[in-house]
Nanobody, 123 residues
Framework: QVQLVESGGGLVQAGGSLRLSCAASGRTFGSYGMGWFRQAPGKEREFVIAISRSGGSIRYADSVKGRFTVSRDNAKNTGYLQMNSLKPEDTAVYYC????????????????WGQGTQVTVSS
């Protein structure tokens, strides 16, 4: 098993940037594909971005393509979500998640989840 803890959320103005971190502990982090999801009030949790075990493949939701990117440092057991050109509609709780698959975009593929970190983008 792997345990995940997100950090780096906060309040930012529209057009600004934030970087979220996801610290993993337990089983070897590089064994898992990693994804980021978000959930806004009253909405379903949605896929944002995913990165494969080695970091060689990335999948994006259309809504964040060109603005968000993801990376990972398996030696440090940490993943990162870099969010640029933030918009008010990006406001949500952001979750990192780990999957036994190489890479995945569906929520059901992820067995391990962090507790989430709030990102608020003001207009």
């Amino acid at each position: 098993q792997v345990q995940l803890v997100e950090s780096g959320g906060g309040l930012v103005q529209a057009g600004g940037s934030l970087r979220l971190s996801c610290a993993a502990s337990g089983r070897t982090f590089g064994s898992y594909g990693m994804g980021w999801f978000r959930q806004a009030p009253g909405k379903e949790r949605e896929f944002v971005i995913a990165i494969s075990r080695s970091g060689g493949s990335i999948r994006y939701a259309d809504s964040v393509k060109g603005r968000f990117t993801v990376s990972r440092d398996n030696a440090k057991n940490t993943g990162y979500l870099q969010m640029n050109s933030l918009k008010p509609e990006d406001t949500a709780v952001y979750y990192c998640a780990a999957t036994d698959l190489r890479i995945a975009q569906t929520r059901g593929a992820y067995a391990y989840w962090g507790q989430g970190t709030q990102v608020t983008v003001s207009s």
